[in-house]
């Protein structure tokens, strides 16, 4: 089997995502066939969703002003599974703590941005996750926080502050699991 995986390609990690998700679906004996998004018309056609992360203004404006944001929307309402990482996180959030992103509201969570500092104040930390066997080795880079969960799962806590979530086909992380080259969140987000 086939599945249809859309990047959101308007900024961060898109190769690096394409490979995780490769990967998880390999592990499950089906082929990807990736797809960069950077406009509307291309969500509707993918079975799975990766929003990476970057900057979450930009990524939020952009995806306003390029007609995917309601796509994406879209595809959470109908039960399709979604990734979303970093800033992606953010913009899929209720809540961004920030005025200027105009968050998807697909994710029922309060966040904070770089709330774990500036880009030297990035880390790497091993993560007991909800739903793997083995700790998960995240990269944090100048990463959110979830102050506050409404109807999500945590997942993963770091320091006593979640930083994995799901709220139901959507999961959200702090941290950046493609840049690991460990799937198994990727893995979480589409296949269990």
Known sequence: MTITAGVIAVQGDVSEHATAVEAAAAAHDQTTEIVEIRDSGRVPDCDVL???????????????????????????????PMLATCAGLIVAARDAGDDRVETLDVL????????????????????????????????FIRAPVIEEVGDADVLATWEGRPVAVRDGPVVGTAFHPELTGDHRIHDLAFFE
Do not use: C, M, W, Y
């Not at 306003?64 to 039960?79: L, S, Y």
């Not at 969570?109 to 995240?138: C, I, M, T, W, Y």
């Open 50 to 80: 990766l929003v990476p992360g970057g900057e979450s203004t930009t990524i939020s404006r952009l995806l306003a002003e390029e007609g995917i944001a309601p796509e994406i929307r879209d595809h959470v309402a109908a039960g399709k």
């Open 108 to 139: 029922d969570v309060a966040v904070e941005r770089n709330a774990f500092g500036r880009q030297k104040d990035s880390f790497e930390a091993p993560l007991d996750v909800d739903g793997l066997d083995d700790p998960f080795h995240a990269v």
